[in-house]
C-alpha cells in the first residue's frame, strides 16, 4: 500500500503561482511513476501531469503545458506540483496519484489521494 497526502490548495487569484505537494508513505516511493490529475465540478477527473520514477521524463495535459511544473524528490518522498498563470478554469480538486506511467497518462493509478482543493478567483 502506498498512502498519499496532498497539500497546498486553497483560494488564489488568477496569475498566481501555487504549489501543491503531495507526501507519500508505505511502500517504495521510486517504485512507482507520480502523476497528478483533478476534477472540475461536474466534470469527469482528468490527467495533469505525471513523472517517471527517476524524474528523467515528464508528460503534461495541453492545456497546462508551460504552466505546471512536475517535480519529485525520492529521497524525501515527495511529489510536487507547480502551477503558474493560473486560470479559472483550473478550479478543481487536484488529486495525487501513484502507478506506471503510462498507466497515469491513460488515466488509471494503483494508489491515490484524497484530493486537495484549488480555488482560482478571477
Known amino acids: 500500500q502506498v498512502q498519499l497526502v496532498e497539500s497546498g490548495g486553497g483560494l488564489v487569484q488568477a496569475g498566481c503561482s501555487p ?6 508513505s508505505g ?3 521510486s517504485n512507482y511513476a ?3 490529475f ?3 465540478p461536474g466534470k469527469a477527473r482528468e490527467f495533469v501531469a505525471a513523472i517517471t520514477w527517476d524524474g528523467g521524463s515528464t508528460s503534461y495535459v495541453d492545456s497546462v503545458k508551460g504552466r505546471f511544473t512536475i517535480s519529485r524528490d525520492n529521497a524525501r518522498n515527495t511529489v510536487s506540483l507547480q502551477m503558474s498563470s493560473l486560470k479559472p478554469e483550473d478550479t478543481a480538486v487536484y488529486f495525487c496519484a501513484a502507478g506506471s ?4 497518462a491513460n488515466g488509471r493509478a494503483a494508489y491515490w489521494g484524497q484530493g486537495t482543493q484549488v480555488t482560482v478567483s478571477s
Open 101 to 104: 506511467h503510462v498507466g497515469l
Open 27 to 29: 511502500r517504495t516511493f
Open 19 to 24: 504549489r501543491l505537494s503531495c507526501a507519500a
Open 38 to 40: 483533478r476534477q472540475a
Open 34 to 36: 507520480m502523476g497528478w
